[in-house]
Every structure is written in C-alpha cells, then in structure tokens.
C-alpha cells in the first residue's frame, strides 16, 4: 500500500505571495491532518480534515486554510506569505478520526519564504 | 492546557542502552505515542501505549504511567541510524484528537 504522498516536495515563494500545497493520504483513510515544523517551534498542529469537514484546528491565523475532497485528498493554501512561514509543512493520514488511530506521516513540504 | 516535556539532546555511544523520558499534561487522555524523526524526513510511527506498563517491539521498548502523566522509550543495542528526534505526543481522542508534539529529544548515537 502507497504510503502519503506529498506535492511539492520544495517550494520557493516571496513574502506576499500564496501557495498550495497537496496531501494524498493512503487509501482507505479518512483523515488528514496537517503540521507546521520549525526549528524553534517543533511541530504544532495546523488543522485536521475527516470527510470533507474540518473537525479541529490548531492556533494559525486565518491566512493558513485547507479542505478536503471526496477522495479523502486534501490541500492546505497559505496566503500573504511572511517570512516566518517558512517550514517544513507535513500531513498525516489516518483510518479513522485523529485521535483514534495511527496517524502516518507523508514526507512533507519544504516551504522556503524569501 | 496540554504540556509535553522531554530532554532537549541526549548522547549516548553505539551498543549502548538509552531510555528518553517523557512527562505529559493533557486533558481527556486517550493513551501516548511515540514517534522518531531523522533529519529533514518525516516523524514515523514506533509505539503506542494505553495501558500502564512496558511493550517490547525488537530494541525498542515503550512504557507508560497513566497515574504519574510519565513515559519513556528504551533503545538498547544502540546503533549509529538511531541518531534522530524522538516524539511523544499523547493522544486526547474524540473531538480533540489531534497529536500535540512537543520539540522532541535529539538523540546523537556515537561510535
């Protein structure tokens, strides 16, 4: 079974623009939540999306959304990018609702913000 | 509130024993994973507990004090491909299901 599958692997934008990043989770799950790492910060949560609702969201402003399609793919959109956006932006796919099951991790998405 | 906290680094040399300590905070506790992320990848999943006490799974142990909010994972036969963060997030369930990591412990094995 494929494991969560991350578009783009890299990414290079300047200070204002938007982005769009893609998470496929593995097949069968339901779940996708999505991650913010920084050096400083760690991995804090972002959002979490189970059948096409947002079920939980972390502490982001409102500049950071996401969705979910019927087949379970999700996109998570940054806008009026700053600096301080730049991360490694990782989602995890589960079976179930987070909190219920495993979450698997995809190899997430170097987001570099000039 | 939820409060993760863990060694920041911890050295330890090849063949070697280490245990990485955990203690947790959390509202509507569900159990606690744990997680190791090497370098620029992405964390994968090593153990999950629910039940108080210790489950063996090859070189890596993980045990769990419901009572105390305390965990640690045990790495023994240490080797260099160890070197990584290691992350336990515990798992609240239900509406708040999502994982909350806090900065993890980067273990550096030495030869």
Redesign the interface.
């Known amino acids: 079974k494929a494991g969560v599958t991350q578009t783009p692997r890299y990414l290079i934008k300047t200070r204002g623009q938007q982005v769009t990043l893609s998470c496929s989770p593995i097949s069968g799950h339901r779940s996708v939540s999505w991650y913010q790492q920084t050096p400083g910060q760690g991995l804090q949560f972002l959002f979490e999306y189970f059948s096409e609702t947002q079920r939980n969201k972390g502490n982001f402003p409102g500049r950071f959304s996401g969705r979910q399609f019927s087949n379970s793919r999700s996109e998570m959109n940054v806008s009026t990018l700053e600096l301080g956006d730049s991360a490694l932006y990782l989602c995890a796919s589960s079976l179930r609702a987070a909190g219920l099951d495993t979450q698997y991790f995809g190899p997430g998405t170097r987001l570099t913000v000039l | 509130g939820q409060n993760i906290d863990q060694p920041t680094e911890m050295t330890a040399t090849e063949g070697a024993i280490v245990q990485i300590n955990c203690t947790y905070q959390t509202s509507g506790f ?1 159990g606690l ?1 744990w ?1 190791q992320q090497h370098a ?6 090593l153990s ?1 507990n629910v039940l108080d006490g210790l489950e063996e799974k090859g070189r890596f142990s993980s045990f769990l004090s419901r009572s105390k909010g305390y965990s640690y994972l045990l790495l023994k036969e240490l080797q260099m491909k160890d070197s990584a963060s290691y ?1 336990c997030p515990p ?14 412990t980067k273990l550096s094995v030495k030869p």
């Open positions: 569900n994973f997680y620029g990848e992405a964390p994968t999943f999950y992350l798992e609240r369930g239900g509406s708040q299901g999502n994982l909350i990591f806090g900065k993890g």
